[in-house]
């Protein structure tokens, strides 16, 4: 089974720096897509960042950015020019390319913090 | 669109009593999911569907049940509610294909006393 873990579990940033969310994920998949969800204090799960294992290049979404390292199975988060509206719990989480479920396996969260 | 859209917000059971958590989708998802997330956890999957008709057991689906009458509605029921099922539920849907946003609801706080 696939598992996702997020070794740190708080991280705090100063507005306008970046700051790098950890993420590293274990499968015997070669082909799979991985997430980043955003959860504020209004507990609504929002779509961050994806990625397809099959791409070698790295998404991005305006200030956000990953570091896909498929042989390490790392999946990083950089936010860029932080922000006081990025504060909130980060999720990364996997999804199988196999039929059926096509359910997401989430780590254990982020909690990210911006310092005015 | 609505999107996904969960019902109650937040809910008290005791011990034994039993409900059901309403969730809908006006996106014509194939796919729907529920999950529970326990204080300081990621989400964990508690059953899922992939059409009308057709469920199967995520994670952890002890406690629980669900049907799929239709595409829009996928109630979750809780039977003999216990003080460990206390969780926020949200209720997810998708179209097919891995790469799709899965699209959450709101969530429901529930807390069994």
């Known amino acids: 089974a696939q598992t996702v873990t997020q070794s740190q579990p708080e991280m705090s940033v100063q507005e306008a720096e970046t700051v790098t969310l950890s993420c590293t994920y274990d499968t015997s998949e070669s082909d799979y897509y991985l997430f980043w969800y955003k959860q504020p204090p209004s507990r609504q799960m929002i779509l961050v960042i994806r990625q397809e294992a099959y791409k070698q290049q790295n998404a991005t979404e305006n200030r956000f950015s990953v570091n896909f390292q498929k042989a390490a199975k790392s999946f990083s988060l950089k936010i860029s020019d932080s922000q006081l509206g990025d504060a909130a719990m980060y999720f990364c989480?996997?999804?199988?390319?196999?039929?059926?479920?096509?359910?997401?396996?989430f780590g254990k969260g982020t909690k990210l913090t911006v310092n005015p | 669109n609505a999107g996904v859209t969960q019902t109650p917000k937040f809910r008290i059971l005791k011990i034994g009593q039993s409900m059901t958590l309403q969730c809908a989708q006006d996106m014509n998802h194939n796919y729907m999911y529920w999950y529970r997330q326990d204080p300081g956890m990621g989400l964990k999957l508690i059953y899922y569907s992939v059409g009308a008709g057709i469920t199967d057991k995520g994670e952890v689906p002890n406690g629980y049940n669900v049907s799929r009458s239709t595409t829009e509605d996928f109630p979750l029921r809780l039977e003999l509610a216990a003080p460990s099922q206390t969780s926020v539920y949200f209720c997810?849907?998708?179209?097919?294909?891995?790469?799709?946003?899965?699209?959450f609801g709101p969530g429901t706080r529930l807390t069994v006393l």
């Open positions: 997810a849907s998708s179209k097919r294909g891995g790469s799709n946003e899965q699209f």
């Open positions: 989480a996997y999804r199988t390319s196999q039929g059926g479920s096509e359910k997401l396996v």
